[in-house]
T-cell receptor, first 111, second 114 residues
Framework: GNSVTQMEGPVTLSEEAFLTINCTYT??????LFWYVQYPGEGLQLLLK?????DKGSNKGFEATYRKETTSFHLEKGSVQVSDSAVYFC??????????FGQGTTLQVKP | SAVISQKPSRDICQRGTSLTIQCQVD?????MFWYRQQPGQSLTLIAT?????????ESGFVIDKFPISRPNLTFSTLTVSNMSPEDSSIYLC???????????FGPGTRLLVL
């Protein structure tokens, strides 16, 4: 069946460090892939998405590339800020339209 | 995108009581969903709210415990019935819209059951 696996957290970085959060998936067909972010005390916000292989989603300095050959959608940012501290969820859209979420990765950025 | 509001934003309830959560969207959408996020956990889909027919529940969730209404294409309610402390969670409404069928989420309702 469909599934999403994210690297375990928490991930703790200093401000301006490079961020990578790994995400791999298992799916039939060609799902759309998403990163959502949940800031403390808030709901989920769509961060970026990619709908087909080799697409790159980007937003607010974050990027992720849909890699079909490695079934991955790793999230990257060149220089994190304290305000990026949040929980990040990788997700795929199954062929029934339902979202399948990874377990979430907590990012803590220290000044 | 879609603008989604939920009421209440948070509540503290006594066990054995019920709470109805409202979800309002700023545009007509076909697909609306209800999710649960238990403390420190990821999101679990409770059900798909269908307009004009009964909701479609995921495994482990039943209508008697989580009745859902969907009277039109912009509004839905989720009731958490006969609550117990295990129901303490964030409940999120979500809609799927747009040319690429992206899902957007409401701000969530934070429920604490004592």
């Amino acid at each position: 069946g469909n599934s999403v696996t994210q690297m375990e957290g928490p991930v703790t970085l200093s401000e301006e460090a490079f961020l990578t959060i790994n995400c791999t998936y298992t799916a039939t067909g060609y799902p759309s892939l998403f990163w959502y972010v949940q800031y403390p005390g808030e709901g989920l916000q769509l961060l970026l998405k990619a709908t087909k292989a080799d697409d790159k989603g980007s937003n607010k300095g974050f990027e992720a590339t849909y890699r079909k050959e490695t079934t991955s959608f790793h999230l990257e940012k060149g220089s994190v800020q304290v305000s990026d501290s949040a929980v990040y969820f990788c997700a795929l859209s199954s062929n029934t339209g339902k979202l399948i979420f990874g377990q979430g990765t907590t990012l803590q950025v220290k000044p | 995108s879609a603008v989604i509001s939920q009421k209440p934003s948070r509540d503290i309830c006594q066990r054995g009581t019920s709470l109805t959560i409202q979800c309002q969207v700023d545009s007509q959408v076909t697909m609306m969903f209800w999710y649960r996020q238990q403390p420190g956990q990821s999101l679990t889909l409770i059900a798909t709210a269908n307009q004009g027919s009964e909701a479609t529940y995921e495994s482990g969730f039943v209508i008697d415990k989580f009745p859902i209404s969907r009277p039109n294409l912009t509004f839905s309610t989720l009731t958490v019935s006969n609550m117990s402390p295990e129901d303490s969670s964030i409940y999120l409404c979500s809609v799927r819209t747009g040319a690429q069928e992206t899902q957007y989420f409401g701000p969530g309702t934070r429920l604490l059951v004592l």
